[in-house]
């Protein structure tokens, strides 16, 4: 996770931290006016890019859609759970990327050219993953605060991520790539090779863990929420149960612990 901190010593990538936000923030702007939880999200096409920046620009990509999401707040959700947000946003464009390079489904140095089904299937499943860690993160926050159900959140942001993050993510990706390509803007030809994470055994063990936490930590959420009277994709029910709080915040902690492996 060290290319997270050193990457802001390289001019280029720091660009992309720029470009990367106000690109997410210009589609985010537009649809705050279709809440599906006042004050809290809403309709979110914008989803299809943190995916995209992610494989593309690595933590320039991940700081980009934490940021740009914290100026898409200022159109009217801006608010503790912000802080939440960011950091959700943040392992959204995050994870995907890990799972990339990590989790052993391609070979790790595959350029992100999405030539075959295998390489399609991966940048879904890195899709599915991130967005369920933004949902985790975010829902643990707003569970904990007392602010909305994390049945009712974790289920729609999940969704709401997920399905623009494919659908729209993968058409996207694979205009954009030859052309990042093409103007060497592809992250690991950014930074220099001894900053770049070295994988191997204790990589792939972290990206699994990392993978665990959010899918158990997600799921098995669901389930004590559900337990206690909340429901999917519905508000009944209140927040700031106990053992969701410990459940959800157990995947989150260990979503970071694996993440912090993949040096």
């Not at 643990?140 to 969704?159: D, N, R, S």
């Amino acid at each position: 996770m060290k290319e997270v901190f050193t990457m802001w010593k390289h001019t280029k990538m720091v660009v992309l931290v720029a470009l990367s936000a106000a690109l997410y923030a210009a589609l985010l702007i537009p649809f705050k006016a279709i809440p599906l939880i006042p004050g809290i999200t809403e309709v979110r096409p914008a989803s299809a890019l943190p995916v995209v920046f992610g494989i593309l620009f690595g933590p320039a990509g991940a700081w980009g859609s934490a940021i740009g999401n914290l100026i898409g707040d200022l159109g009217g959700t801006l608010g503790l759970g912000s802080l939440f947000g960011f950091v959700g946003n943040f392992m959204f464009a995050y994870v995907p990327y890990k799972v990339w390079q990590n989790i052993g489904l391609i070979k790790k140095d595959d350029e992100p050219k999405l030539n075959s089904g295998k390489k399609i299937g991966t940048f879904a499943l890195a899709g599915f993953l991130g967005s369920a860690a933004c949902a985790l993160i975010i829902g643990f926050g707003l569970e904990f605060l007392k602010m909305v159900p994390f049945a009712a959140l974790g289920a729609i942001i999940t969704a709401n991520n997920t399905i623009p993050a494919i659908v729209l993510g993968i058409p996207i990706m694979m205009a954009l790539y030859p052309r990042v390509k093409k103007w060497d803007l592809l992250w690991t030809d950014i930074m220099p090779e001894e900053e770049l994470p070295k994988g191997g055994a204790l990589a792939r063990t972290g990206a699994i863990i990392m993978c665990l936490a959010i899918v158990i930590g997600l799921f098995g959420g669901f389930i004590s929420a559900m337990s206690l009277g909340q429901k999917l994709f519905n508000f009944e029910g209140s927040a700031g149960s106990t053992p969701v709080i410990i459940i959800a915040g157990l995947g989150a902690l260990f979503t970071f612990i694996g993440s912090f492996m993949q040096n």
